[in-house]
Nanobody, 128 residues
Framework: HLAESGGGLVQAGGSLRISCTASRGAFTLYAVGWFRQAPGKEDREFVGVTSWNGGSSWYTDSVEGRFTLSRDNAKSTVYLQMSDLKPEDTAIYYC??????????????????????WGQGTQVTVSA
């Protein structure tokens, strides 16, 4: 019961914020992660994950320093702010929710198997 929104077309170097909203369920129980699937790739690549209260997050190296996760539990929404976008960031972005430790550290939530619920994805295209 997750839905992503906010995807679109942006020029390289630009910024975009995508959202993940839960329609029902105890959203505050769940850590939320983002994955992406690039064109022609079969696997989903881990992007980042934030803890149930947004107090801890971590990111894959390729987006560290450019992407930032935040969440508003009152709105049951997690945001992925993406800056300095590159053509290689082009992908379908998926959010997912799973039960994890309250402290998210490097390595936590990096596998698709760590998550119980998934959204349908939102397309992000970065033009050169």
């Amino acid at each position: 019961h997750l839905a992503e929104s906010g995807g679109g077309l942006v020029q390289a170097g630009g910024s975009l914020r995508i959202s993940c909203t839960a329609s029902r369920g105890a959203f505050t129980l769940y850590a939320v992660g983002w994955f992406r699937q690039a064109p022609g790739k079969e696997d989903r690549e881990f992007v980042g994950v934030t803890s149930w209260n947004g107090g801890s997050s971590w990111y894959t190296d390729s987006v560290e320093g450019r992407f930032t996760l935040s969440r508003d539990n009152a709105k049951s929404t997690v945001y992925l702010q993406m800056s300095d976008l590159k053509p290689e960031d082009t992908a379908i972005y998926y959010c997912a929710a799973g039960i994890m430790s309250s402290l998210v550290t490097a390595g936590t939530g990096s596998s698709t198997r760590d998550y119980d619920y998934w959204g349908q994805g939102t397309q992000v295209t970065v033009s050169a």
